[in-house]
């Protein structure tokens, strides 16, 4: 039992003492459960109020005259006319359609669909058009209808099959011309035939009817529009023909999913807008379609998001704005209608802990931001205003009790159970909460980080999230005057969250994530901590101090990253064998940047449904840049590990491993140039030798990169219209199967675009098997001229011992996984463990002697830990170790061959040199 949970059961035992006597059963919470029952001159049933908070006098004289009703009333009185206490802030202020539908009971989930505006097609036909600027320039190229009202009316919409009046967008560009373009997919889907597929038809079919979230008479249709090369889009149009024996509104979103119409079908069809419109009993709070997995078209989160209530924000804050009761008295009915539903859906504490754990968090932290704004309303009755207490108090009860392992979920519980806590200090619990919460979240830091101060859950997108949660309550907790204790270890999270970010402060979206900019938040926890470096990094360098260090390994979390710098220009390589919650199976995955771009990023995750988009971003490893073993996903909690970082300020170097493959052990080792380049070398160690295996490594790229592969040299380039490029070029094109695989890419929840990415396979594989692969980025278009060639170290093979030449002999890298010795390769011989070798600049790690064609490159007493020696057109000699100090002497000194040789700075300092003919001697 982890520390905090220990505490947490200390807590609720104390707790248990403040009530009288036992409540009343949480299934089915009475007047007299919640106000109490006063018999005989005593408490037979302990009141959830404490009647001796000051103003709470008629309430109680109410309950103990045994008038509930007027104790609602009195209790209602109280409310309106208590001094307003601080209520904290809703999820979500805005929500597409939440003023115009939510009455309607009709919700939408996550941001791929987002709602734009109603269209009326009929009678007869009709072209209607349509402002969709501010969905095509948040990035929906995409188009979803549905039926506004369940009615008894078909609208029968042109395609693009139809002969004439197919859909249609219109795009005025920058530059003032235009762009008008058609569908590449259109079609329906129908609820009653649900294998069929209709993008062959000259119409799409939409109409609703019935009661529930579908029938069978429900059909959707969708439209897609390739919208690649296109940009500096100023204003769009879309224009739709249709057709319906009467007037027939017609609901018009934004979509941000890719599909085929020629397969899609209801049944794979994750779908994410539903209506109950017209139904007496509205939302019912569960999942449409049911959870069956073979025929199940809602996504999961359908369940839990829908009762977090985020649309209580834009309701309420309508309101206040307003003073329009309409928007009031759709909140207050949605409210009393979840919890008669919820109660009897939940037997621990009904609506107050309906569907479990985070999901009652977020709704109960968006009904007190609604409650302080609602109070007042005349919509708000008095068994109305009882009700949702009691649903309130109940929440309270189920957060300080319930746990849970994920750190996310625990700290959105105690942090909504703190703001209840002090904004009901009329509920009895309230004290015991109050304790509970403070405590909790001071120690739940310990909890959710491992030793190094590496995030628990594997993901970038949760931390941002749990950080700034953090951010939020540790500052309300000092405006409430309660002591927060781990501010220590809050700092050291927070690094981690800053070494992870790219140089450009978004996140690498590993796990289950999308690319956030992460500078608000580091930029806040700077300011909170008074830390320069956070303040520095989250503000992009206008504040505090640029950070002391670039490159990090976190052993513990499993994490190592390269970095050459915190501009937005500088490179930034992540390599993880992490595990964890919302991790994906992506062991030795690597993430780069440079130049401004992502060239290899994660390719994320869509959705947590069933939809085979999100099974392929979440669930294989095909969609990662690592190496897929014998068509199987990894087991992310298998063994492994980062075993070394070796930092330079000319370069890095990363070793990783991992055992997450049935039967292969996978090594990676990655040399990060910080003058742009990267070689990543991968080892596959069979347990068995004589087994054959199947080896697919794989490197992805965002949905606009146009990649290509040349033949020959097999090396992928990128082709993204402006910015950086990448160049891979692998070591032996002729062992290796090269192809670009039809994947995908979901740079948002609930966004995915269509996106190649390169595949280099070796089948029939047995014994030890390597990969070389050179990845190069470039400012502009990529470096088509990068060429390596695999270089003979004598008889030994590559598994023990791998030589690459570079561009034709300009360079030479060279790596042993095996005991270093002396050895020749190409016109080189080395002694240690890892060379790279250009024209103007000299990589090693563990060794002492270089050669080249017999003369001394770098000579050394004893071998170096990392050496690093740049060669200047000026004649400036830069040389970069570990422990190394100024020294001429050539007894101790390392000889460097540097005949041009006029200043040398060693570790950022100028210091004296030597020269004997073409040596010098600078560094010991």
Do not use: C
């Not at 927060?484 to 140089?503: C, E, G, I, V």
């Not at 990253?561 to 994906?584: C, E, F, K, P």
């Not at 199987?632 to 000319?650: E, R």
């Amino acid at each position: 039992m982890y520390p905090s949970w220990r505490r947490l059961a200390v807590l609720i035992l104390f707790a248990a003492f403040l009530v009288p006597v036992p409540p009343a059963a949480a299934a089915a919470l009475s007047d007299a459960g919640f106000f109490g029952r006063w018999s005989a001159g005593a408490w037979t049933v302990g009141p959830r109020l404490n009647y001796a908070h000051a103003g709470l006098g008629p309430v109680e004289s109410a309950v103990k005259a045994g008038d509930y009703a007027l104790a609602k009333q009195r209790l209602l009185d109280y409310y309106r006319a208590r001094p307003a206490i601080e209520a904290g802030g809703f999820s979500h202020t805005t929500w597409p359609g939440a003023l115009e539908l939510t009455a309607s009971h009709i919700w939408t989930l996550g941001s791929g669909e987002a709602y734009i505006k109603t269209l009326t097609f009929g009678p007869g036909e009709k072209t209607v058009t349509a402002d969709v600027t501010s969905s095509i320039t948040s990035g929906k190229p995409g188009f979803f209808l549905m039926s506004r009202y369940k009615d008894a009316v078909i609208a029968l919409i042109n395609s693009r099959s139809k002969g004439s009046g197919k859909p249609t967008l219109r795009l005025t560009l920058a530059d003032g011309s235009v762009k008008t373009l058609h569908p590449t997919h259109d079609t329906y889907i129908w609820a009653a035939h649900p294998g069929s597929v209709y993008g062959a038809k000259y119409y799409m079919q939409v109409s609703d009817q019935g009661t529930g979230p579908f029938t069978g008479e429900t059909r959707k249709a969708y439209l897609r529009f390739d919208l690649g090369g296109v940009t500096g889009v100023k204003k769009a149009e879309l224009t739709l023909t249709g057709t319906a024996d009467t007037a027939k509104d017609i609901m018009l979103y934004g979509n941000a999913e890719t599909f085929d119409e020629a397969t899609r079908t209801w049944s794979n069809t994750v779908q994410n807008t539903f209506s109950w419109e017209g139904d007496p009993g509205g939302f019912d709070w569960k999942l449409p379609g049911g959870a069956d997995n073979e025929n199940r078209i809602a996504d999961d989160e359908f369940l839990y998001q829908l009762p977090r209530f985020f649309f209580a924000g834009p309701l309420a804050l309508e309101y206040q704005k307003t003073g329009n009761e309409q928007y009031a008295r759709t909140l207050i009915g949605l409210m009393t209608d979840f919890i008669k539903d919820a109660d009897a859906y939940d037997a621990d504490q009904g609506a107050g802990s309906y569907p479990g754990n985070l999901h009652a968090a977020r709704r109960l932290h968006n009904w007190i931001a609604a409650y302080e704004i609602l109070r007042k309303s005349p919509s708000l009755t008095a068994d109305a205003n009882a009700a949702i207490l009691k649903t309130m108090n109940r929440a309270g009860l189920y957060l300080q009790e319930n746990v849970n392992g994920t750190p996310n979920k625990m700290q959105s519980q105690k942090i909504t159970l703190l703001h209840n806590s002090l904004y009901f200090p009329e509920f009895r619990a309230a004290p015991a909460w109050r304790t509970n919460a403070a405590n909790f979240l001071s120690a739940q830091l310990n909890d959710s980080t491992y030793a190094d101060g590496g995030y628990k859950e594997s993901t970038d997108a949760y931390l941002r999230g749990y950080l700034s949660q953090y951010v939020d309550v540790v500052a309300y907790m000092q405006r409430n005057g309660i002591a927060f204790t781990a501010t220590a270890k809050l700092r050291q999270l927070a690094r981690f969250l800053m070494d992870q970010s790219y140089p450009s402060g978004y996140g690498p979206a590993y796990g289950d994530s999308d690319s956030l900019d992460l500078r608000s938040t580091l930029r806040k926890l700077g300011q909170l901590l008074n830390d320069p470096e956070l303040l520095y990094v989250g503000t992009s360098g206008t504040s505090g101090e640029k950070p002391a260090h670039t490159s990090v390994l976190y052993p513990d979390t499993r994490v190592a990253v390269s970095r050459s710098g915190w501009t937005a220009d500088d490179s930034h390589l992540r390599i993880n064998a992490d595990r964890g919650n919302h991790s994906h199976p992506d062991e030795l995955a690597i993430t780069a940047y440079a130049y401004g771009r992502p060239l290899l990023p994660d390719m994320g995750t869509f959705t947590y449904s069933t939809d085979a988009h999100a099974q392929w971003l979440r669930k294989t490893t095909e969609a990662h840049n690592t190496i897929e073993i014998d068509d199987k996903p990894q087991v992310s909690t298998a063994a492994g590990g980062i075993s070394h970082l070796i930092t330079n300020p000319a370069f890095d170097l990363i070793g990783a491993n991992t055992e997450s493959s049935a039967g292969v052990r996978h090594e990676r080792s990655v040399l990060s140039l910080h003058s742009g380049l990267w070689v990543v070398s991968d080892r596959l160690k069979p347990v068995d030798t004589a087994a054959t295996h199947r080896y697919e490594q794989n490197w992805h790229f965002a949905s606009d990169a146009k990649p290509s592969i040349r033949s020959g040299t097999e090396a992928t380039t990128t082709a993204f219209a402006t910015g950086a490029n990448l160049t891979i070029v692998p070591a032996d094109p002729a062992e290796v199967a090269s192809t670009l695989g039809d994947g995908y890419y979901a740079p948002r929840f609930y966004s995915v675009e269509n996106a190649k990415y390169a595949s280099y396979v070796k089948t029939n594989a047995t014994g030890q098997k390597t990969f070389d692969t050179l990845l190069v980025p470039s400012k502009g278009a990529a470096d088509t001229s990068v060429t390596v060639e695999r270089l003979p170290v004598g008889t030994i093979p590559s598994y023990q011992v791998t030589a690459l030449s570079l561009n034709g002999g300009a360079g030479v890298y060279y790596k042993s996984w095996t005991t270093k010795a002396p050895r020749a390769f190409g016109s080189y011989t080395f002694d240690g463990k890892l060379l790279y070798a250009d024209a103007g600049s000299i990589v090693m790690v563990d060794g002492s002697s270089v050669e080249r064609a017999g003369a001394t490159l770098v000579k050394a007493p004893a071998a170096v830990k990392d050496l690093a020696v740049t060669f200047g057109g000026d004649g400036t000699v830069r040389i970069d170790g570990s422990g190394l100090t100024a020294s001429t002497d050539p007894a101790t000194a390392i000889a460097i061959a540097a005949p041009n040789a006029a200043k040398v700075i060693l570790n950022g300092k100028v210091v004296p040199f030597e020269r004997a003919g073409a040596l010098i001697y600078a560094a010991a």
